[in-house]
């Protein structure tokens, strides 16, 4: 029997059972994107204080898509009517029964504000017309579990790190060492001097530590974990590892970078204007130990020129 015998077969008995051909069911998030508000959705608004279009959501979503006819849209009346909601929304109304937090990245990704149930407000200045996904968050966050812990201390570096595959949505527990090697190549360049690589392995290292001692966050979900994958902490991509950056970070290991004794957030830019939250004192220009390095300084002058008050020790 043909494929096309079959179609035409499948489609009389259809007939024969209703008196007309049975529609696929919608699914249901679909069914309650209807434009308006209800209860149980949260909702953009394309303009501020909750007027223009609306579109409503009753689940999570990674990413919002940017064109037409794929994309999640305002779909109420009003101004925004068919726009495509990422990087569009200016207010919100949380009419679920769970605090929803709106990212400034897809993949639940990047800065993000929290909207507690019922809450109605503006998107902040960081987030306003920057929306690219959205997530409902668990009630209630369990409570942190010995797994949350860290070996390290001040004075010895942790056996292992906590990183949130923001993509993934999971955690990993990933050995130290082998993060660094993992970190290293996605944030400093390859073919830089050795004694620029040797700053930024000292720099990502210590980055990674200090946040292996303090961090408390959570995912959406309420796993513990130290840092994020991507720039939020720094680009860990599982098998990036190279061997002049492994190199670096193997010369460099034994060396820790103190201040007052206590490890700190060795905290690092591009240059020292592509960061607004820049400090003197607590960055270092990574552009700059490239060429620091090249006119010939040691990776030990460099991180005391950007770090104030640091000692370089074992």
């Not at 590892?241 to 103190?258: Q, Y």
Request: overall charge positive; some cysteine.
């Amino acid at each position: 029997m043909s494929v096309r015998t079959v179609r035409l077969l499948s489609r009389l008995a259809a007939v024969a059972l209703g008196g007309a051909v049975l529609a696929t069911a919608s699914p249901a998030t679909a069914a309650g994107r209807d434009g308006v508000c209800d209860t149980g959705e949260f909702c953009y608004y394309f303009n501020s204080n909750h007027q223009g279009s609306v579109s409503d959501f009753t689940g999570s979503i990674a990413d919002y898509s940017t064109e037409q006819p794929t994309c999640y849209d305002f779909k109420g009346p009003g101004a925004g009517k068919g726009t495509c909601i990422k990087n569009a929304a200016a207010s919100v109304w949380n009419r679920s029964g769970k605090t929803v937090r709106v990212y400034f990245n897809t993949g639940y990704a990047g800065s993000y504000q929290d909207f507690a149930p019922g809450a109605k407000a503006n998107l902040n200045a960081t987030l306003k017309n920057q929306n690219a996904s959205h997530r409902f968050l668990a009630s209630a966050p369990p409570p942190a579990g010995p797994g949350c812990k860290t070996d390290g201390t001040d004075t010895r570096p942790p056996t292992t790190i906590l990183v949130y595959r923001t993509s993934l949505d999971r955690v990993e527990r990933v050995d130290f060492r082998t993060y660094v090697k993992n970190v290293l190549p996605n944030e400093w360049v390859s073919s830089w001097p050795g004694e620029s690589l040797k700053a930024g392995a000292l720099a990502v290292k210590n980055f990674g530590w200090y946040w292996a001692l303090h961090s408390t966050r959570r995912t959406p979900s309420g796993q513990c974990f130290d840092v994020y994958d991507h720039t939020s902490s720094q680009v860990y991509r599982p098998g990036s590892a190279k061997a002049v950056t492994s190199a670096a970070i193997d010369a460099t290991w034994g060396t820790r970078l103190t201040r007052n004794g206590k490890i700190f957030r060795a905290q690092y830019c591009a240059t020292t204007t592509a960061c607004g939250n820049w400090v003197d004192g607590d960055w270092m220009s990574q552009n700059g130990s490239r060429d620091k390095a090249r006119a010939g300084w040691s990776h030990s002058r460099i991180l005391q020129h950007y770090y104030t008050g640091i000692a370089l020790g074992s």
